[in-house]
């Protein structure tokens, strides 16, 4: 069974629209990221949390927005989306969210924006 | 701004072969290195990770880490086809809480 799952696997929206990648983890871990991995590009880091708080944002633009629900959870809000957004978003999870904790990955909602 | 620089971009090795991947990083504050497997379509999967100078063996993978030198490595002996992926290496500064920079990665094939 996978740990993180990711929804949905595949998405194709339109330039301007909004979109919600959906990040769920059962490791009963308490820190969460998103990582965005384009065409050759290394996968980048976005976003931190750490028990449901933001801990780091490398995101320049406001239109990502991170939304956690519940400890487990933590959606990525895209809005105005743009071509250049298109990418695969990858969450992942580790135990705590210390400088040496072992990563856990999803695997990824493929975006494709048009 | 750290800067982790993967070589080769790509690798063929026969089955049974040995492969070599390289890492170098350019800020020597940089604390955590790990390396990551990725097959087409899946994320990302954490190989082993290496904390200290030296050589550490898991299995057929081993990694090497020189901090003086800026360098990390990661040797998979007796290649196997299932080891034709993407590989990246990635690094942890130690203060960032859980941020982690990586390589563009290297693609190895393993060819039967």
Redesign the interface.
């Given at each position: 069974d996978p740990k993180i799952i990711q929804k949905p696997k595949y998405l194709v929206a339109v330039t301007g629209s909004e979109k919600i990648l959906i990040c769920e983890q059962y490791l009963g871990h308490n820190a969460m990221y998103w990582y965005r991995q384009s065409a050759k590009k290394p996968l980048e880091f976005m976003f931190s949390y750490s028990y449901q708080k933001l801990m780091d944002n490398q995101t320049a633009s406001s239109r990502f927005q991170p939304q956690s629900s519940k400890k487990n959870h933590l959606d990525l809000q895209i809005t105005a989306l743009k071509p250049d957004d298109s990418a695969t978003y990858f969450c992942a999870s580790s135990q705590e969210a210390g400088a040496n904790s072992d990563y856990t990955f999803g695997s990824g909602t493929r975006l494709l924006v048009i | 701004q750290q800067k982790?620089q993967q070589s080769p971009e790509s690798l063929i090795v026969p089955e049974g072969g040995m492969a070599s991947l390289n890492c170098t990083f350019s800020d020597r504050n940089s604390?955590?290195f790990?390396w990551y497997r990725q097959h087409s379509?899946?994320?990302?999967?954490?190989l082993m990770?290496i904390?200290s100078n030296g050589d550490k063996k898991e299995g057929r993978f081993t990694a090497h880490l020189n901090k003086a030198s800026l360098h990390v490595s990661l040797h998979i002996k007796d290649s196997q086809p299932s080891d034709s992926a993407l590989y990246?290496c990635?690094v942890?500064?130690?203060?960032?809480?859980?941020?982690?920079?990586?390589?563009?990665?290297t693609k190895l094939s393993i060819k039967p």
């Amino acid at each position: 069974d996978p740990k993180i799952i990711q929804k949905p696997k595949y998405l194709v929206a339109v330039t301007g629209s909004e979109k919600i990648l959906i990040c769920e983890q059962y490791l009963g871990h308490n820190a969460m990221y998103w990582y965005r991995q384009s065409a050759k590009k290394p996968l980048e880091f976005m976003f931190s949390y750490s028990y449901q708080k933001l801990m780091d944002n490398q995101t320049a633009s406001s239109r990502f927005q991170p939304q956690s629900s519940k400890k487990n959870h933590l959606d990525l809000q895209i809005t105005a989306l743009k071509p250049d957004d298109s990418a695969t978003y990858f969450c992942a999870s580790s135990q705590e969210a210390g400088a040496n904790s072992d990563y856990t990955f999803g695997s990824g909602t493929r975006l494709l924006v048009i | 701004q750290q800067k982790v620089q993967q070589s080769p971009e790509s690798l063929i090795v026969p089955e049974g072969g040995m492969a070599s991947l390289n890492c170098t990083f350019s800020d020597r504050n940089s604390q955590y290195f790990w390396w990551y497997r990725q097959h087409s379509g899946e994320g990302p999967k954490a190989l082993m990770s290496i904390f200290s100078n030296g050589d550490k063996k898991e299995g057929r993978f081993t990694a090497h880490l020189n901090k003086a030198s800026l360098h990390v490595s990661l040797h998979i002996k007796d290649s196997q086809p299932s080891d034709s992926a993407l590989y990246f290496c990635a690094v942890s500064m130690g203060y960032n809480q859980g941020k982690l920079i990586f390589g563009q990665g290297t693609k190895l094939s393993i060819k039967p």
